[in-house]
Nanobody, 123 residues
Framework: QVQLVESGGGLVQAGGSLRLSCAAS????????MGWIRQAPGKEREIVAG?????????ADFVKGRFTISRDNAESTVYLYLQMNNLKPEDTAVYYC???????????????WGQGTQVTVSS
């Protein structure tokens, strides 16, 4: 059974920090590219950051220098993290953990998704 379960969202003031976590199991996710994708109300989904199986990372321009993605490839479960610092009101969105067997340059590349966790940043 494939499961991606996010946690760590919440309400924070602008300038604050949050750390999102995701536990992915049910497939050999340690060989997958994992990513964080967000969707704000009335907007399309957009990639925030991605990390390949070997640890190489990429970030959207709007989070560079503020967010850090990381992963822990355990035997049966991959743990994915997103450390978010200096949060801004425009970061408010539902954040999804997702996985793909390809590089993952667009949300449509990702085939396995979590249920999402809400991040709200107040001004």
């Amino acid at each position: 059974q494939v499961q991606l379960v996010e946690s760590g969202g919440g309400l924070v003031q602008a300038g604050g920090s949050l750390r999102l976590s995701c536990a992915a199991s049910g497939r050999t996710f340690r060989t997958y590219t994992m990513g964080w994708i967000r969707q704000a109300p009335g907007k399309e989904r957009e990639i925030v950051a991605g990390i390949r199986w070997n640890g190489s990372t990429y970030y959207a321009d709007f989070v560079k220098g503020r967010f850090t993605i990381s992963r822990d490839n355990a035997e049966s479960t991959v743990y994915l993290y997103l450390q978010m610092n200096n949060l801004k009101p425009e970061d408010t969105a539902v954040y999804y953990c997702a996985a793909t067997t390809v590089w993952g340059t667009a949300p449509s590349d990702f085939r396995s998704w979590g249920q999402g966790t809400q991040v709200t940043v107040s001004s």
